[in-house]
């Protein structure tokens, strides 16, 4: 069995991971880190695990496990591992985005991998470290690199991305409260959402001159999932895009290629990723959904821990979707 840590265990991704590892078949939760919490159960942050797990909350951080996951605040996880040496043999996997651009991705000698397996498996299964994409990062990577690797991102790409409330953490603030996000919507940080530069460096890896990427994040009025949309000009046929995204995505456990047009509900409490091509004219529509806490966080961190331990890609992760 896989000895487990989660650190930051009371926030929404490392409840999800809770989740997750309580119900992977070979893995073992060994502590679960908190701050606030040390010494209360688990279920006090999160009651749906009421009767699942008698696990409490630690204080203390054990430094020999199999693997460690960080579920903190951008910027946290840096300070945590200055004061928390891991042994040479655990492998670290950071949710955070400490570690996922090029110039930030060595910390003490240790080498992180940007952990998105349909771009980096074969890295993954190589690495002791693992940063973690973020949630706008993968629907969006996603959505372009097939066209990235076909190298027809020539013209600039608009991309609209809706979230959920949980993308902003579990601490309340003015746009996460009910009586503001119910029945309403707004845009955040337009064109410069700090995922672009992830964005920019995996669709670089692939095609190194691309069009800009016009990138408008928005609040949606619900808890979880991420619908984006992204368009840009495509001189060939729907067919030959569909049989260039099939290619792409012909060994991805978690990425679908949907013929009919997609909405959020497939995916959410998932770790899929689903897509869906459109043309109109010279123009390629590219629609991607995700669960942004799961494949856009802790599906994706289990993901590679599967990956990085030998298992089957999929294991742990056979979660089912609420349609209805």
Request: with cysteine; glycine share 8%.
């Given at each position: 069995m896989i000895k487990a840590g989660i650190i930051g265990g009371s926030g929404y991704t490392g409840g999800e991971l809770i989740r997750i590892l309580l119900n992977h078949p070979k893995v073992e939760i060994d502590f679960v880190f908190s701050t606030t919490r040390a010494d209360k159960e688990i279920t006090?942050?999160?009651?749906?695990?009421?009767?699942?797990?008698?696990?409490?909350?630690?204080?203390?951080?054990?430094?020999?496990?199999?693997?460690?996951?960080?579920?903190?605040?951008?910027?946290?996880?840096?300070?945590?591992?200055?004061?928390?040496?891991?042994?040479?043999?655990?492998?670290?996997?950071?949710?955070?985005?400490?570690?996922?651009?090029?110039?930030?991705?060595?910390?003490?000698?240790?080498?992180?991998?940007?952990?998105?397996?349909?771009?980096?498996?074969?890295?993954?299964?190589?690495?002791?470290?693992?940063?973690?994409?973020?949630?706008?990062?993968?629907?969006?990577?996603?959505?372009?690199?097939?066209?990235?690797?076909?190298?027809?991102?020539?013209?600039?790409?608009?991309?609209?991305?809706?979230?959920?409330?949980?993308?902003?953490?579990?601490?309340?603030?003015?746009?996460?409260?009910?009586?503001?996000?119910?029945?309403?919507?707004?845009?955040?940080?337009?064109?410069?959402?700090?995922?672009?530069?992830?964005?920019?460096?995996?669709?670089?890896s692939l095609q190194e001159n691309t069009g800009e990427i016009m990138f408008l994040p928005m609040r949606g009025n619900f808890t979880r999932g991420i619908m984006a949309t992204a368009y840009t000009p495509f001189e060939g046929s729907l067919d030959e895009a569909l049989q260039m995204y099939k290619h792409f995505y012909a060994d991805a456990a978690f990425t679908q290629i949907a013929l009919e047009p997609i909405n959020l509900k497939q995916v959410v409490n998932t770790n899929q990723c689903h897509i869906h091509l459109h043309k109109h004219n010279d123009v390629l529509l590219i629609t991607s959904a995700i669960d942004n806490l799961l494949k856009g966080a802790s599906g994706q961190a289990v993901q590679n821990m599967n990956l990085m331990f030998g298992l089957p890609e999929g294991e742990g992760l056979q979660l089912k979707a609420g349609v209805f």
């Open positions: 006090t942050a999160h009651p749906d695990l009421l009767g699942l797990t008698d696990l409490k909350f630690t204080g203390k951080v054990n430094l020999d496990v199999d693997v460690v996951f960080l579920c903190l605040g951008h910027g946290n996880s840096t300070k945590f591992l200055d004061g928390n040496k891991f042994s040479g043999t655990t492998r670290i996997i950071d949710l955070s985005n400490d570690f996922r651009l090029k110039n930030d991705s060595i910390y003490d000698t240790k080498k992180f991998v940007y952990g998105l397996p349909e771009l980096n498996k074969e890295s993954i299964s190589h690495a002791e470290y693992i940063a973690n994409p973020g949630c706008f990062a993968t629907a969006i990577e996603l959505a372009l690199l097939p066209l990235a690797k076909a190298q027809l991102l020539k013209s600039q790409i608009h991309v609209n991305a809706v979230t959920g409330s949980t993308g902003a953490g579990v601490s309340p603030s003015a746009t996460t409260h009910f009586s503001w996000r119910n029945g309403n919507v707004s845009w955040y940080k337009p064109f410069t959402h700090q995922h672009l530069g992830e964005i920019n460096e995996s669709i670089k």
